[in-house]
DNA sequence: CACTTGACCTGTCCGC
DNA sequence: TGCGGACAGGTCAAGT
C-alpha cells in the first residue's frame, strides 16, 4: 500500500496537522524502528518545533526547527497516524477508520506534542523505519540519494521518461518501472494498473515497446497515479492515512486485488502471474506478449 | 548486466 | 477447529 498517492496522502495530512507544534518526548519498543540515538534525539528532536513535512518518493521528510530531520519509511505495513488531544475512539469514530485505539500492539514509536495530541508510527512488521539526522545530510542518505526522478514531478517529461526507459533496452517494464532508483514512486498497485491502461504485457523488454507505448505508459502511470491521490490512495490491507482513515483508490481499479472479474475492457476474467517477483495481476487477452 | 532468491517480520487466508 | 504453507504494499544483499 504505501505507494506514492498513499504516502503523498499521509504527507498532506501530516502537513496540515503537526506543522508548527512543537516535540515534547519520543518514546520507542523497537530499535530497528527508529535508528537514533537517544542523545540525537534529546539534543535535535525534543524541544524543536515542526517546520515541513515533504515527500521524496516513498520517504516522509519531516524537518524540524532544529536543523535536523527525521526521515521515515512505512515499506509494506507502516502507518503514521496522528490523534488529537480531545479525540475520543469507539462510539462516534467514523466507521471508515481501520484505527481503533491507539497506541496498540503495532505501535512502534510515539510521538507527543506540545498540544497534548499525538504522532503514532504503527508497523505490524517492523519493516518501517525513521532516521534522524541534519538536513543538510539528507541529500546523502542511503536511502535518499539513489532515487530516481519524482514520477509526478511536472519537470519530470514525457522525453524524460522514455529517455531514461531507453537506457535499459534489455529489462522488462513492470521491473523497470518498479525500480526506485530510475523513476521514484510507483510500487506494485501502480505499475500493474498503469500497465494494464497500456495494454502491454509486464514481461515486456523495453526495447519490444513502440516509442507511442512508452508515452502512453508514462501518461497512464501518472494519471493513476493523481487519481489515487485525489482519492486518498488504496488500502489493500492496512494503509490508513493521517488521520487513521482508509483510502478508496481500490473501488475503481482496474486489475489490481481483482484475480477472477471481468476486465473492463474485455469483459476476460483477470488473471495474476508473478513478473520481477511480485504478484502480477493482468487481463490475458488485452495484455498479450508479442 | 539482468534476473532470482532470500532476508527482514507478523498476520491472514486457504486447503486439508 | 487445528495446522502447515503460501503470501502480502518495499528495499537490500547476495547468488546465478
Known amino acids: 500500500m504505501p505507494e506514492l498517492p498513499e504516502v503523498e496522502t499521509v504527507v498532506r495530512g501530516l502537513s496540515r496537522l503537526i506543522i508548527g507544534k512543537s516535540i515534547k518526548s519520543v518514546s520507542c519498543d523497537n530499535a530497528k524502528s527508529l535508528q537514533a540515538s537517544r542523545s540525537t534525539i534529546d539534543s535535535f528532536v525534543i524541544g524543536s518545533s515542526i517546520v515541513a513535512v515533504r515527500r521524496r518518493g516513498k520517504g516522509i521528510i519531516v524537518e524540524l526547527s532544529s536543523g535536523y530531520a527525521m526521515l521515515g519509511h512505512l515499506k509494506m505495513t507502516g502507518q503514521m497516524v496522528y490523534v488529537a488531544a480531545d479525540a475520543r475512539f469507539g462510539a462516534g469514530h467514523p466507521n471508515d477508520s481501520l484505527v481503533e485505539d491507539l497506541p496498540n500492539s503495532t505501535t512502534r514509536i510515539t510521538i507527543d506534542l506540545d498540544d497534548a495530541s499525538r504522532l503514532y508510527f504503527n508497523d505490524v512488521r517492523k519493516f518501517g523505519w525513521i532516521k534522524v ?117 481500490l473501488n475503481f481499479a482496474n486489475v489490481y486485488a481483482r484475480v477472477g472479474q471481468p476486465c473492463k475492457r474485455c469483459m476476460t476474467a483477470i488473471v495474476k502471474i508473478r513478473v520481477a517477483g511480485r504478484g502480477t495481476h493482468i487481463c490475458p487477452i488485452c495484455q498479450v506478449l508479442v
Do not use: C
Open 133 to 249: 539526522m541534519p538536513i543538510h545530510e539528507l541529500e546523502t542518505d542511503s536511502f535518499l540519494s539513489k532515487l530516481g526522478p519524482e514520477a509526478l514531478s511536472l519537470d519530470f517529461g514525457v522525453d524524460d521518461f522514455t529517455k531514461r526507459m531507453l537506457r535499459y533496452p534489455n529489462r522488462n517494464i513492470k521491473a523497470l518501472i518498479l525500480d526506485q532508483s530510475i523513476l521514484a514512486g510507483v510500487g506494485n498497485i501502480y505499475a500493474d494498473e498503469s500497465i494494464w491502461m497500456t495494454s502491454v504485457h509486464p514481461t515486456r523488454v523495453v526495447s519490444s515497446l513502440s516509442k507511442t507505448e512508452l508515452g502512453e505508459l508514462y501518461t497512464n502511470m501518472r494519471s493513476v497515479m493523481n487519481i489515487s491521490i485525489d482519492l486518498g490512495g488504496s488500502t489493500n490491507k492496512n494503509y490508513v492515512n493521517a488521520e487513521g482513515k482508509r483510502g478508496n483508490y
